[in-house]
């Protein structure tokens, strides 16, 4: 409990920062309600001044539900045309934790991904579809072959992640 209270006050921290803030869900994460395999994409994004900070939080489990992955990291995204919405997006720091009965030896492995995309809002609607490209260099042998085995984290990813704008903080 004292860890959910403390990211809590780490987010509100962060949103003082910076000019909006956005909580968003990928909708291709829901596909539980009719598949047998879970999967969690979710992301808070921090924007301000044509640069985007994202931490996403996303859990995937192989179809024999023997691995689980979980990974989270920082993810850096500059909007080059301004008022557009076009995003370029790319990982600073991506870390990924195997565990089950299949897990490789090596549970922790380090990843990078980037992505292009647009990012918009209606209301307080928050749209951001995205084409994401994962590269796997860091993993080799057994942890690129555990990676395989969980369908969610392919190498190249179309998403579409909406939520809700928290709203602009006036500087």
């Given at each position: 409990?004292r860890?959910?209270?403390?990211?809590?006050?780490?987010f509100?921290?962060?949103?003082?920062?910076?000019?909006s803030?956005?909580?968003?869900?990928?909708?291709?994460?829901?596909?539980?309600?009719?598949?047998?395999?879970l999967?969690?994409?979710a992301e808070?994004?921090f924007?301000?001044?044509?640069?985007?900070i994202?931490?996403?939080?996303?859990y995937?489990?192989?179809?024999d539900?023997?691995?689980?992955?979980?990974?989270s990291?920082?993810?850096?995204?500059v909007?080059?045309?301004?008022?557009?919405g076009l995003?370029?997006?790319?990982?600073?720091?991506?870390?990924?934790?195997?565990w089950?009965?299949?897990s490789?030896?090596?549970?922790?492995?380090l990843?990078?991904?980037?992505?292009?995309?647009?990012?918009?809002?209606?209301g307080?609607?928050?749209?951001?579809?995205r084409?994401?490209?994962?590269?796997?260099?860091?993993?080799?042998?057994?942890g690129?072959?555990?990676?395989?085995?969980?369908?969610?984290?392919?190498?190249?990813?179309?998403?579409?992640?909406?939520?809700?704008?928290?709203?602009?903080?006036?500087?």
């Amino acid at each position: 409990m004292r860890k959910i209270v403390a990211l809590f006050f780490v987010f509100l921290s962060l949103s003082s920062l910076y000019a909006s803030v956005s909580l968003s869900v990928d909708l291709a994460s829901l596909d539980f309600l009719w598949k047998e395999d879970l999967r969690i994409d979710a992301e808070c994004s921090f924007d301000y001044d044509n640069i985007r900070i994202t931490i996403p939080i996303r859990y995937g489990l192989s179809e024999d539900k023997y691995l689980n992955l979980l990974e989270s990291g920082i993810l850096v995204g500059v909007f080059p045309f301004e008022n557009l919405g076009l995003m370029v997006e790319a990982s600073l720091f991506k870390l990924g934790y195997f565990w089950g009965l299949a897990s490789p030896t090596d549970r922790l492995v380090l990843l990078s991904e980037g992505s292009i995309g647009w990012n918009g809002n209606i209301g307080m609607l928050h749209i951001c579809p995205r084409l994401t490209f994962r590269s796997l260099l860091s993993i080799s042998g057994e942890g690129a072959e555990a990676m395989k085995r969980i369908s969610q984290f392919d190498g190249v990813r179309l998403s579409l992640a909406m939520g809700v704008n928290l709203g602009e903080i006036n500087n």
